[in-house]
């Protein structure tokens, strides 16, 4: 093989723009959006928006959303839906609960215990799909109810007929490992600022931010290592490739099965790890948790630039597409608007954002 | 010319109650391209599918290289040197030359968890062989869904090529083009042959064989009816066997031999 790497220009080709090669990013489409919904939070919304504290309100349920839209996203590039993954969030959380409170583990079991539950359910997901060849639409919509349901009885069996399961917070008072998910992140480094005088502060001396939320850092740490994954080992281009055409990349030797399955369980894993999040949060557990959000989690990856059909999309986007999430959720309790008004944002984007994404595949695809 | 690379014999493969091939022979020399022929139906693409790793056959035997192999999955076959360019080019529109290219056999740098995908490498590689079979690419991260489907065909066959094929099955790589793409394919097969890669080429069009075939075997219903050289056979008997010898004959006339 020659070791030439600088490949010939071909003189019939105009040089392109940097803007003409941006706009075939799929994650296009997420930031220009995350451009104007910022811009119209600054003219409408309360300056104090925009503060850190302000920041961190809107970024905190932006995460909670992303970490399952990362999920979703890796698993829509690889061709497939989750419907289950918001019932997932409640039984996951159940799982945890359980483990915690009823079996008195500490969280060094808990959690791998939550996570290979989920990741079992997760895989039988993806089992059921690739072995039936129906939709995953369909069995995981099955899984939606099978999930729900089993959280409520589960709930009511552990709880003498609640469906909420408290004393978490006690249950984890001390373990080590209570500050890798729950609370804020960084404090010293947030408690020097305030000594230093580089952000407000209460009466008392303490800052009004006691330090990054812990969800926000997960969130990150799941962007960066999902994208690193997809753009950069050959586990990415499988994945893009399963979603591309399953049978094509079956062909070519990928382990399309394999990677499907192991996508089900990470979206389920990413669902677990946010119920563990979530529960060590509000020191309980509830079977309504994560209701419904399984179709925010889609929504943020489609704005996100992933195609409904799979193959294409990015773990980036998704990130975008949670924060605009979390901005206009919280944002509209800035402004004067109503914030039912909510609902209909997401309508209109989900559906601005398909259509995007369509002429964006056309373009890449050099379909006419 | 050498021994045989790959020989199968008397291949059977039985779908339920259905026998898509009743007992094939077939086998491919170094540096040859030998045309498997046959009518809609006969079974050459069960039968590639068999070579290839896809389906296992339910009787017979197959050696490659004199040796008595089974491939389990079409990976095996890919890893024994058999490679398998289908008619959906196994290829992704939405993805780039370079992922298609190095799709499912990624060339990786580092360790352990650093294992990453060489990019840097892959499109090196990807735009200079493109280049060697004459395709100028507007750039490694083209999509693939850019391209004509003479090019597409193209980037399969290199992308065989790169990856140590032996044998190169091509599922009929002219049926879908025009007249100027086909000719550049069957150079291109013609390039490939003489690197000494033995080439199957499935075709229906008898044309498009005797323009690059040294040896033709002729599938019908599930069955080969024999093998011959080039310069043994006319171009009229092979289109002959390939209709089983019915009815053909009578329409011979009135189409003018345009078939």
Redesign the interface.
């Known amino acids: 093989m020659s070791e030439d790497a600088t490949p010939a220009v071909d003189e019939r080709l105009k040089e392109e723009s940097v803007i003409a090669h941006a706009m075939k990013r799929p994650e296009l489409g997420a930031v220009a959006g995350l451009i104007l919904v910022t811009l119209f939070f600054a003219f409408t919304a309360d300056g104090s928006m925009f503060t850190l504290s302000g920041t961190f309100n809107f970024l905190s349920p932006g995460a909670q959303l992303g970490i399952l839209a990362i999920g979703a996203a890796m698993l829509m590039i690889g061709g497939e839906f989750d419907l289950s993954i918001g019932s997932m969030v409640a039984f996951a959380g159940m799982v945890f609960g359980a483990c915690v409170v009823n079996m008195d583990m500490p969280l060094a079991l808990a959690i791998p215990v939550t996570l290979a539950a989920a990741g079992l359910v997760g895989s039988v997901n993806g089992y059921i799909v690739i072995r039936t060849g129906l939709p995953s639409f369909i069995v995981t919509l099955a899984f939606l109810f099978i999930l729900r349901g089993l959280s409520l009885v589960g709930l009511k069996g552990l709880t003498d007929g609640s469906t909420q399961l408290r004393g978490v917070r006690d249950a984890v008072e001390g373990d080590a490992l209570a500050p890798l998910f729950s609370g804020d992140a960084f404090g010293d480094l947030f408690t020097w600022f305030a000594k230093s005088g580089l952000i407000d502060t209460f009466k008392s001396g303490t800052p009004k931010v006691p330090g990054v939320p812990i969800e926000l850092l997960w969130f990150i740490i799941l962007a960066l290592a999902a994208t690193y994954i997809l753009l950069r080992t050959p586990i990415g281009n499988w994945i893009f490739a399963a979603g591309g055409d399953a049978n094509a990349a079956a062909n070519s030797g990928v382990p399309v099965r394999k990677v499907k399955i192991a996508l089900f369980v990470f979206t389920a894993c990413c669902a677990a790890l946010l119920a563990i999040i979530q529960v060590l949060d509000a020191g309980s557990t509830d079977a309504r948790r994560g209701f419904q959000k399984e179709f925010e989690a889609i929504i943020a990856a489609v704005i996100g630039g992933c195609l409904l059909t799979g193959g294409y999309g990015s773990a980036i986007g998704a990130f975008f597409g949670s924060i605009i999430f979390g901005m206009v959720v919280i944002g509209l309790t800035y402004t004067t608007f109503d914030q039912d008004w909510f609902q209909v944002f997401l309508g209109t984007m989900l559906l601005l954002a398909v259509v995007f994404n369509n002429a964006i595949r056309k373009r890449v695809t050099g379909e006419r | 010319m050498g021994d045989p690379i790959i020989e199968l014999d008397g291949i059977e493969k039985h779908f339920g109650n259905v026998i898509a091939l009743a007992g094939v022979s077939f086998d491919v020399r170094p540096g040859e391209c030998h045309c498997l022929l046959g009518d809609n139906g006969a079974g050459k693409s069960t039968f590639i599918k068999v070579m290839s790793g ?1 389906h296992k056959p339910s009787h017979g035997t197959m050696r490659f290289e004199g040796k008595p192999v089974t491939f389990d999955t ?2 095996d076959a ?1 890893e024994a040197g058999v490679a ?1 360019v ?1 008619q ?8 780039s030359v370079t ?1 298609n290219f ?5 060339p ?1 740098k580092g360790k352990g968890l650093f ?3 060489d ?2 490498k892959a499109n ?2 990807s ?2 062989k493109m ?1 060697e079979m004459g395709i ?5 991260d083209q ?1 693939v ?2 391209l004509s489907g003479g090019e597409r065909q193209t980037v399969a066959i290199a992308r065989a090529v790169h990856f140590g094929a032996k044998i190169l099955i091509l599922d009929e790589p002219t049926s879908a083009l025009g007249v100027r793409q086909t000719s550049n394919v069957l150079a291109t097969i013609d390039k490939v042959r003489k690197q000494g890669v033995g080439v199957v080429f499935i075709s229906h069009n008898v044309r498009h064989a005797m323009a690059v075939g040294d040896r033709f075997t002729v599938l019908c219903r599930g069955k080969t009816l024999g093998t011959a050289s080039r310069g043994d056979i006319s171009a009229d008997e092979l289109q002959e066997m390939m209709a089983g010898g019915q009815e053909l004959a009578e329409l011979e006339g009135s189409l003018g031999g345009t078939i």
């Open positions: 896809v079409p990976r890919m398998t289908f959906d080019l196994a290829m992704i529109p939405l993805m992922r190095f799709m499912g056999r990624e990786t294992k990453r995908f990019v840097a090196a590689v735009v200079q280049r100028s690419l507007r750039g490694p999509a869904g850019t």
